[in-house]
């Protein structure tokens, strides 16, 4: 009986903990049963607002909402991990959804850092480690291959995200801790099942991208990767999956094995399951046009690879923001001195200046940093890189030169904040293009 007691307590505490860190993936914006919040009525009024018998009664101010409890410690990578896992698969919302079933089938779309959408070592780690939990101690969920053979069964769908944030939970500060968001969705009612979540400390996490995700040249906002992203750290457990994440899950499935597949150096594999799903409709989308870009250039396939840098830069454009890894020597505007990694610039910089006049747009051409150096130095330096990169783009389109203006952001806009300076942080060193009004 008192291990009973024991267990109970410790998983009404599990509760109440994950109710306060629902908070740290997203500012709540209903009561905590998914309904709009509600201001509790005064004594003497009815639910429908009419006054009762004590109507002329004196009004009496709400009792003060108790204190939430205070949020988790800051864990080791492993137990923010486990404690995220556990109160995900635990929740009784999950034996509401399964109804009569005993078990359910279970996939796990790859894993995220919440910032960038790319896939880490990290993010691989912590898919590991929920595929032995799962194993270990809830044997009701039948693991299967994230495939679309699979999906078509309607299974529930494991996410998450891995996101560093600053010391108030931000993505602005100095990247301090993670966050550990987890959500499972069921495919059948279209509806998010549970959530966990958890604090991890950075000692021991690796968050260097995958090989393919290293590899690709740009970044722009992606419409899929950010109904994944929401779906996990935005809604409540029964609020609806995105659409624009629902709606692109078999493509998902398909550019997954791509991604396996280039990573383990199988290119042409990889660039047949690629350019299979951008002729569907669900194929538009960033992740597909890199994919292809980085499998022929592995190939040596040069009018395949420029064909699908186009795209990248007609998608980044459309969607107000394409940031190119353009990577220079550390405190100069010289280009970085490996011609391995810069010959492909000259073609990036005229492919650019190409489709903004075709599109007849003009250009917002910012310089970022890494968080490293003093702020005012960043800001000066980004910005002379700006300068650099306009005068190369205006060489090959002249009429950009009056077209175009520059800014320096340094680090205020970075993307994964770590400050390493090196392959994992390369996307906060890009140079970004936005069109702006003429």
Known sequence: MMNTRRVRG?????????????????????????????????????????????????????????????????????????????????????????????????????????????????????????????KARYPQYELQPFSSATLVRAPLVFIGTFTPVDKDGRNVGEREWYRVCLALLDLRSGLIVSKGFARAAKDGVDPTPLQVFLDMPAWAPDPATQGYVTSCQGPVAGDPIKPAYLDRIFAAAQINEAFAAYDAGRYQQALDILKGVQGTPAGDQLRVYSGIYVASTKLGHRQEANDAFARIVEFGLAQKRLGLKLLFQPATTV???????????????????????????????????????????????SLARADYVKTLIAKDVPALAKTTRTVGKGWKENISGLGTDDKRDALDRRVEFKPIDC
């Open 335 to 381: 280009f970085f001195a490996d011609r391995q990694v810069t010959a492909p610039y000259p073609t990036w910089l005229r492919t650019v200046a190409s489709k903004a006049a075709s599109n007849h747009v003009c250009l917002e051409v910012s310089g970022h940093t890494s968080r490293t150096g003093s702020e005012p130095i960043n800001d000066r330096l």
């Open 10 to 134: 410790a998983q009404s505490l599990m509760a109440a903990v994950v109710a306060v860190l629902l908070a740290s993936c997203a500012a709540p914006t209903s009561a905590p049963d998914g309904s709009a919040a509600r201001t509790p009525a005064p004594p003497g009024a009815s639910a429908s607002g009419a006054p009762g018998a004590t109507a002329s009664a004196a009004p009496v101010a709400p009792a003060a909402p108790a204190a939430p409890p205070a949020p988790p410690p800051i864990m080791p990578f492993d137990e923010a991990v486990q404690f995220a896992a556990n109160a995900l698969f635990s929740s009784p919302n999950v034996a509401k959804f399964a109804g009569a079933r005993s078990s359910y089938p279970l996939v796990i779309d790859p894993l995220v850092d919440g910032n960038s959408g790319m896939q880490s070592v990290a993010t691989q780690t912590m898919e590991s480690r929920v595929t032995g939990l799962v």
